[in-house]
């Protein structure tokens, strides 16, 4: 046997070798192993996977807030949604979702959703001009005020009590109100919800936008209107049972 022909032997038989690891029966097909949770990074998993369920496929809306809101996208900035994402929003339906926080996205994994957030929704020209109320405010509104802007600016959709209307649910009921945070109603009654209908600050009454102050004295005003124990109160009694104790 000649070199060139001992050369091609021993190349054949490695080949086989190799051959027969890679096609041996149980081990796994490339890209069959999963992938360590920690390490995903892409914005569509990671979304789909953490936030979509409220917030809506493609960040439309859903139970949630819109994410591709891109009036909202101008009012909060970077530090909001990365705080909200990590920390989640106390006695509101939103959960932390740090890891440092009890959830389970790496630091890096929120700052993915984050800038994708950013990157994909964000219109930074959008409101240039604008004076929209601010994101949050330190003085507190005036309930009896925020009755009359109410009237003014939001009763055509949810009717004159706040109850509902031919437009719009109610904004009153005590179970919606223990399920949403005074900053909920704020930013709700600014960016609105376009992914039902609902106008920002500036298309309730055409030609009269809504000023700081009437945000913050109708977000009063809602606020106020929030039950101490929201629910259905428990009876006094049993049904089944009288109050001498007896048994019906």
């Not at 390490?39 to 439309?60: I, M």
């Not at 809306?61 to 929003?89: N, P």
Request: charged fraction near 20%; hydrophobic fraction near 35%; include cysteine.
């Amino acid at each position: 046997m000649n070199l060139r022909r001992l050369v091609l032997a021993i190349t054949g038989l490695a080949s086989l070798s190799l051959y027969g690891c890679t096609g041996a029966p149980g081990r796994p097909a490339p890209g069959a192993i999963p992938v360590d949770p920690d390490e995903v990074s892409d914005f569509a998993a990671l979304y789909a996977q953490n936030c979509a369920g409220c917030h809506g496929p493609d960040g439309k809306g859903g139970v949630a807030i819109s994410l591709s809101d891109s009036v909202y996208l101008s009012l909060v900035d970077d530090a909001i949604l990365r705080g909200a994402a990590t920390k989640g929003i106390p006695k509101t339906a939103m959960p932390a979702f740090a890891k440092s926080e009890g959830g389970m996205l790496t630091d890096k994994q929120i700052d993915v959703i984050v800038r994708g957030i950013r990157e994909r929704w964000s219109k930074p020209d959008l409101l240039r001009g604008v004076n929209p109320a601010p994101y949050s405010s330190s003085e507190a509104g005036n309930p009896s005020r925020g009755s009359g802007v109410y009237s003014t600016y939001c009763s055509s959709c949810h009717g004159p009590a706040g109850s509902g209307g031919q437009k719009a649910s109610s904004i009153v009921d005590g179970s919606y109100l223990a399920l949403v945070s005074d900053q909920y109603l704020r930013t709700i009654v600014i960016v609105g919800r376009p992914e039902l209908g609902a106008p920002d600050w500036r298309g309730n009454v055409p030609g009269k936008p809504m000023s700081p102050q009437d945000v913050s004295d109708v977000t009063a005003w809602l606020v106020s209107l929030r039950p101490k124990f929201p629910g259905q109160p428990y009876p006094p009694y049993p049904n089944d049972v009288k109050p001498t104790g007896e048994i019906r």
